[in-house]
């Protein structure tokens, strides 16, 4: 779970991290109050959206007086801002963040991750942080410094003052440089986050150090235990599949393809849609409808694959265990009966319940083709999808 900036911002404050506070702007009546927060300028307006890359993509702009703060606010609130992390299609911009603009005279770069290869927290951090970041990491990866941390005793003292000395930071403001990568990591780890990021980290004109933005992503896994922040997720910034996938206990994510893919298991799903890229067609989801799927998990399953107008056809991947292929079957027909299927399936089943399952299907009025191997499958779903495209 992504969160905004204002409230990424509202979580560094509760450690005590340097952030300049602000107020969010959902309808432009609602700047009247910003100017009563924050009455003189110069001021920044900044949309409010899942994605990185708003800067360069005109959603944030420095503003001097009230009447351009009015108008940038206008301009930005119901934009669609394209970046290379919102895709093509964009994000439309509900919420933008006024701010009193801040004055700095270096701009760094800083996050924390997980590192799955060393099991362990890692900070990311360069001098030649801002809005290049991305190409940064392309051309110049020696620029980025890395730092491991101890995932029971956090990041010790001399790496947060390493760091700092690294980075070039003023040498008489270690102690609040190392607070700063100290208690990253510490939010990092209390919080179970998969990413917590400072884009620009900021050395003001008076030598104090400052996180300008915050950008923090919860672990799914980890939310359940921390669920004051459930109520932070903004559905408008989600897909409405992915969300009604979560709601009934599946896994799902949209992919930029044409052919539905309903798998049991997350090793089988990915490579069901590398069989799919194989043989030359595009995956629209990823979707494991778990070891251990219901027969209404499966009909929901399907309904989500269904309302995606992109899909063109749909390939059903079983390998029956726990989840009986009979029942993923009659979830299938349940699905298609209520939703109306018109377009080209493709099924292949194995194992617990096998004959039962091609018995249920072959009984039913479904329009389908069935496939003996993964191959045959991922080819007869390839074909499918370019028949109706044509």
Known sequence: MKLHEYQAKEIFAKYGMPVTAGFVVKHLSDVDEALKMFPQGPWMVKAQIHAGGRGKAG????????????????????????????????KLVKKVFITPAVDYAKELYVSVVLDRARRCPVILASAEGGTEIEELAVHKPEAIQKVYVDPIQGLHPYQARQLHL????????????????????????????????????????????HCLDAKLAFDDNGLPRHKEYISWRD????????????????????????????????????????????????????????????????AQAFKIILSDDRVKAI????????????????????????????????????????????????????????????????????????????
């Open 166 to 209: 690294n980075l070039g930071l003023p040498a008489d403001k270690i102690n609040q440089g190392s607070k700063i990568f100290q208690d990253l990591v510490k939010i990092f780890m209390d919080l179970d986050l998969s990413l917590i990021e400072v884009n620009p980290l900021v050395v003001l004109k008076d030598g104090n150090i």
């Open 59 to 90: 959603g944030v702009k420095f503003t001097k007086s009230e009447m351009e703060l009015r108008q940038k606010a206008s301009d930005i609130l119901g934009m669609t801002l394209v970046s290379p992390q919102t895709g093509p299609q964009g």
């Open 235 to 298: 559905p408008d910034e989600e897909d409405p599949r992915e969300l009604q996938a979560a709601e009934s206990g599946l896994s799902y994510i949209s992919l930029d393809g044409n052919i539905g893919c309903l798998v049991n298991g997350a090793g089988l799903a990915m490579a069901t849609a590398d069989a799919i890229q194989h043989f030359g067609g595009t995956p629209a989801n990823f979707l494991d409808v778990g070891g251990s799927a219901s027969q209404k998990a499966v």
């Open 315 to 390: 390939l059903v991947n079983i390998f029956g265990g726990i989840a009986k292929c009979d029942l993923i079957a009659q979830g299938i027909i349940d699905a298609a009966k209520e939703v109306g299927l018109n377009l080209p399936l493709v099924v292949r089943l194995e194992g617990t319940n096998v004959e039962k399952g091609k018995e249920l299907l072959a009984k039913s009025d479904l329009k389908y083709s069935f496939a003996p191997s993964m191959d045959e499958a991922a080819k007869a779903v390839v074909a499918g999808a370019k028949e109706v495209r044509s």
